[in-house]
Nanobody, 127 residues
Framework: QVQLVESGGGLVQAGGSLRLSCGASGGTFSIYSLGWFRQAPGKEREFVAAISWSGGSTYYADSVKGRFTISRDNAKSTFYLQMNSLKPEDTAVYYC????????????????????WGQGTQVTVSS
C-alpha cells in the first residue's frame, strides 16, 4: 500500500507561484511513475504532469507547459509541482497519484493508469 499526502496549496495572485509537495510512504519501492491531476469546480479531473520514479522522463499538459515543473526527491520520497505564472484558470483541487503497475508512458495522462491517490490540496488564483 502506498500513501500519498499533498501539501503546499493556498491562495495566490495571478502571476504568482506556488510549490506543491506530495509525500509518499508505504510501498514506495513499487512506484514506477507519479502524476499530478487537478479538478476545477464543475469540471472533470484533468492531467497536469507526470514523472518517472527515476526522474528521467517528464510529461506535461499543454495548458501548463513552460509554466509548471514536476520533479522528485527519491531520498525524501517526495515529489513536487512548481507552478509559476499562475492564472485564474489554474484554480482547482490538485491531486497527486502513483502508479505501481509497471512503466507505461503512453497512458500516464489517464486517471485509470494510477493506483493510489492523495486527498487533494486547494489552489486558488485570484485575478
Amino acid at each position: 500500500q502506498v500513501q500519498l499526502v499533498e501539501s503546499g496549496g493556498g491562495l495566490v495572485q495571478a502571476g504568482g507561484s506556488l510549490r506543491l509537495s506530495c509525500g509518499a510512504s508505504g510501498g514506495t519501492f513499487s512506484i514506477y511513475s507519479l502524476g499530478w491531476f487537478r479538478q476545477a469546480p464543475g469540471k472533470e479531473r484533468e492531467f497536469v504532469a507526470a514523472i518517472s520514479w527515476s526522474g528521467g522522463s517528464t510529461y506535461y499538459a499543454d495548458s501548463v507547459k513552460g509554466r509548471f515543473t514536476i520533479s522528485r526527491d527519491n531520498a525524501k520520497s517526495t515529489f513536487y509541482l512548481q507552478m509559476n505564472s499562475l492564472k485564474p484558470e489554474d484554480t482547482a483541487v490538485y491531486y497527486c497519484a502513483a502508479r505501481t503497475r509497471g512503466w507505461a508512458a503512453q497512458i500516464l495522462r489517464v486517471m485509470a493508469a494510477y493506483d493510489y491517490w492523495g486527498q487533494g490540496t486547494q489552489v486558488t488564483v485570484s485575478s
